[in-house]
């Protein structure tokens, strides 16, 4: 009999086509999360998986399904995954490291534009039948002559300043681990510390993972050492961002604007995560500029995103190292 693979989230037909050839293909076909029992009942006699952000997947959930020999993620971040669970009981986890960073470093940048110029105002202007020929409103910032400051420098934070560096804007970079000096001359961007970057940014970008170090990094505290009317722009992880702190901070003007692809609420591991977006934050129309996570919502980079996860299936249930593999399993 072929193996099963259950696919916790909607894939291309493609995607399913390439597993069928060797393998059993339990498909989700709405565009809905599955609740974790009917997960687990889909799950429990696989042989591998295909899991997507919003899935968790713990010790609990390995030991209901002891066939398992992959978790093969659709993705590059992993903290709601328990990796050292799925080594002690001899499973693969895989992940697909690099095809996220371009889509992801020009979302910011469109929501960067679209923020500091008024995009979306613009948008409801013009749709609600107000508009009757220019006015002399919805003035933003523009970005000539202005400083950016990215905190985080791997390999979405480089996709952005190698970007950015045509627009004639002062980059600024904060990292543990310094760029070469080519790379700083080529990129027109220069090393500093976090209080200075923050003190003299017009726009902060970070771009870093979800680390407990991490969690909540701009709270009220960090904000009050960003510039008078500075924008922050956040499409890495959610909690980076404590959203209660920048409603407050919008409040009293000490932000001019928040734009975000990526939310609190999302953050699946945290046992203390909010529900929701909070209500000021959606309310305040005039200075944020939301996405619903579209980092990597590029059709033919969520193609590849899906076949090297199912690639990685193929190589584990053939006995072989998946090329994705970030763990050893300890077999029995």
Avoid at 73 to 99: E, H, M
Avoid at 143 to 157: D, H, K, P, Q, S
Avoid at 316 to 321: C, E, M, Q, S, T
Wanted: some cysteine.
């Amino acid at each position: 009999m072929k193996p099963k693979v259950v696919l916790t989230h909607w894939v291309h037909p493609e995607i399913i086509d390439l597993l069928q050839t060797t393998a059993n293909v339990i498909p989700n076909t709405t565009r809905d999360t599955l609740p974790r029992e009917e997960l687990l009942s889909r799950a429990k006699d696989a042989d591998a998986l295909m899991v997507f952000m919003p899935d968790r997947i713990d010790a609990q959930f390995l030991d209901a399904c002891p066939k398992l020999k992959i978790v093969g993620a659709a993705l590059k971040g992993y903290d709601n995954f328990d990796i050292d669970a799925c080594t002690q009981r001899g499973i693969w986890f895989s992940i697909v490291p690099d095809l996220l960073t371009i889509p992801t470093a020009e979302l910011t940048i469109g929501l960067l534009l679209g923020l500091t110029r008024h995009l979306p105002e613009g948008d409801r202007c013009i749709r609600s039948g107000s508009f009757h020929g220019w006015r002399p409103e919805l003035y933003g910032t523009g970005l000539t002559g202005r400083t950016l400051g990215i905190i985080g420098m791997g390999a979405v934070g480089r996709a952005i300043s190698k970007r950015l560096s045509g627009f004639d804007m002062k980059l600024v970079y904060c990292d543990n681990v310094a760029l070469t000096n080519d790379q700083e001359q080529a990129w027109c961007v220069r090393r500093v510390s976090l209080d200075e970057l923050l003190a003299t940014s017009d726009f902060v970008v970070p771009m870093l993972p979800m680390t407990p170090q991490n969690l909540h990094l701009f709270n009220a505290d960090t904000i009050s050492k960003m510039q008078p009317g500075s924008y922050l722009i956040n499409a890495c992880r959610g909690s980076v961002v404590d959203e209660q702190a920048v409603v407050e901070a919008l409040r009293i003007g000490k932000l001019a604007g928040y734009a975000a692809d990526v939310f609190e609420m999302e953050e699946w591991a945290r046992p203390d995560r909010p529900e929701n977006i909070p209500r000021a934050l959606l309310d305040n129309t005039a200075q944020t500029f939301f996405t619903p996570h579209l980092g990597s919502a590029v059709s033919e980079v969520r193609i590849e995103i899906e076949r090297q996860a199912a690639s990685n299936i193929i190589q584990a249930l053939a006995g072989d190292r998946p090329v994705g593999a970030i763990n050893n399993p300890i077999f029995a």
